[in-house]
């Protein structure tokens, strides 16, 4: 079975088809990243007019690069939300407009719980595969798992109890973390987006250099819990890079300054997520942890969980199923549709995107 799908909530318009035993035929991106640069973040006018721009050519690259015609495709997949209305509405309506056009099954994917599942993608050597062999589907490979979602949007922890069940543990109170990494870049001069090239300067910082408190932990009602909050970090930040600039009595800060304030920063940060994944594990217990998104990328998060849960299964996607990308929504979109062939849901064209979406309102198939 052959699943093509959709992505175009934030700033890349994506493209993939994937089978549904999670080997990706294709996947194609077209970034936005140089046009928000110059404005520090995503404008959404702008982001959803490139999408529209950039739809017709990637819907020809990822039929081409997959070697297939619409006709061997079973069903079409595109993200419903969250994400900016305008920019969902483009992907949304195109996928729409493909399943009117070519007679094909239309299945509505939430974004976040397309990270969730990114773990599922690629081949044997890629994230979690199971010991069934790789002919098996992404269905028959499901065992329960915690998953934490680091992106740019969104920082949450979500119990899967069972397949297309998504309890929210815990989410940010404010910044996600990505949010805090691209603030704390631009503070300091850094391009868009920052995650990046923060987390290359942190790598030859000394992480002890400032000291910055572990987010929550003062607080008893939240030191145990599973709730995030990075904005009093990024405050944190914020004053020591002011109080450099008037020490120095200049705006430009200096290299072993930047690298050294990154990696303290960067050791708070993927320590808060350690703290908090050890609290979910608490209400959760398993031995099998997804992390997505596009902080997943993060080299330091890598190393830190690996070393830390040592006695866990940790799952972390090839870099390109980190950051948004259409593969993980198509990977959903084959579960759905396996499960549930014959339902009438997948012919219902009226729908519209939902850019405000609770992952545990996914999927509805009534
Ligand atoms: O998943 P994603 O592509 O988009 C959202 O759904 O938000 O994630 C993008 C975010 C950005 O904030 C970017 O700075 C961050 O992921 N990011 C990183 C790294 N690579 C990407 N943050 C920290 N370290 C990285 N290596
Ligand atoms: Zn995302």
Redesign the pocket.
Known sequence: MKILGIES??D?TAFAVVESNGRVLSNVIASQIDIHARFGGVVPEIASRAHLEAIPSLFENVLAEASVSMDYIDAIAATQGPGLSGCLLVGFEFGKGLALRYQKPFIPVH?IVG?VESVFLGTEEDAWQSNLSNSSTISERFEPYLALVI????SSIISVPNQHEYKILGQTMDD????A??KI?KLLGLPY????V??KRAQKGDPESFKFPLPLTNNSEYKKGCMFSFSGLKTAVAREVEAERRKNKSEELSESFIIDIAASFQKTAVSSLIQRIENALDIFPTKRLALA???A???E?RKQFQSHFSDIKIAIPKPEY???NAAMIAGVGATIYESQKNSSSFHNLQLNVKPSWSVEDFPNLS
Not at 176 to 179: I, M, T
């Open positions: 909530s934030c890349e974004h990270h992106s740019g949007g969104h996600a973390v990505g949010e990494y691209d870049a987006p920052g995650g990046p923060l987390d998104g596009g902080v990328c993060n080299s998060v980190c950051t948004d």
